[in-house]
Structures are given as C-alpha cells and as structure tokens.
C-alpha cells in the first residue's frame, strides 16, 4: 500500500536541500520505490512531502541514503507525518513542473463520503501534476501538486467546495500550502 511521508526540517534552507539531493545523484528522478517527491520552504525550515510504494522502501532508503546525508549538511532531524495513501492519480500535467503544493486535511469525511463528492470533482484539471488521498486521524486528507496556484484556486471554487458541502465535514477544511523548489517523479 502506498504511503506519503511529510518531513518537517526546522531551520534547514534551499542550499542545504540542495547539497543533499545532489549527493544523492538522483538524475532528477526518484529512487526506486518512490512514486513522487516535492520540496519547498515553509515558515520554520523545509518541508519535503514523498510518496512510496512501501514503508520499508521508504524505511530503507532513508536509512542507507536520507539520513547520511542530511547529517553530512547540517540538517536537524525532521518532525515525520506518515499517512497511508488510497489513491494515487498522475495529473495532465504528470511530468511538468509543479508550482504549489496544498496538503488538505478534511476532519468528518470518511472513505464512502469522499468518494461520492470526489466522483463529483472529477475528472482532475489538466493543472494536477499529482495527487494522493486517504484516511487521516478522523476524517480524509488530499496532497496534490498544481502548475499554480491559481489554477488550483479556480478547481476549489468551480468544481471542490459544491462537491464536499454535504461531504460530513465536522470542522472546516484545513489547507497548507507551500510553493514549490523541486519536484521528482519515478522514472
């Protein structure tokens, strides 16, 4: 089952991310075992969001490659949110460069209540570049990556908030959003 993993470095900065994956000579595509990979900075550091076939893919290259080289440039071991993923889509636009990514946490929606108001959404904009979703700590949760910000904020208001009114929320939706210094996909 595949499973997404956002990794909160406090105080890390571009040229240490940087520094990190050119060590690890990726040649712009993830290693295998990971279906994708998004970077960018957040208010208190870096934040990198992966999506993995496996928890031990994930486990192991972390161990063997992730971790010596993230020690190697200073890096502070990251704050790991891991959530297991039900659906995985490529977007129209798999393969370009992805501008902003939301992770969207909606508390109350379960799997059934999700998949009807999803069926509404659909089919994706060519703008997706990537999505996942799945269950999160009561309710659903949607990480998806976007070519901008405004082609993601036109989708919400034209097709996402009229599906999820009658979706169950419990609370409103929660959405963090981070622009975008790198993105891999698997090869």
Known sequence: MPVAFILDFDG??????????????????????????????TETGW???????????????TARTVAPATQA????????????????REGGSAGSDAALLQVVRMPGVTAETFHAADAQVLPLPDEIVFHVNGPDEGGWFVIDTWTSKEARDAFLEERVRPAFETAGLTGPPAFEDMSLHATMMRA
């Open 12 to 41: 890390a900065t571009s040229a240490q991310y940087d520094a990190v994956i050119e060590e690890m000579q990726l040649g712009g595509r993830t290693p295998p075992g990971a279906l994708y990979h998004a970077a960018g900075p």
């Open 73 to 88: 440039h200073g890096l502070a071991e990251p704050r790991v949110q891991r959530l297991e993923v039900a659906q995985v």
């Open 47 to 61: 934040r990198v969001v992966d999506v993995w076939e496996t928890d031990e893919a994930f486990q192991d290259f």
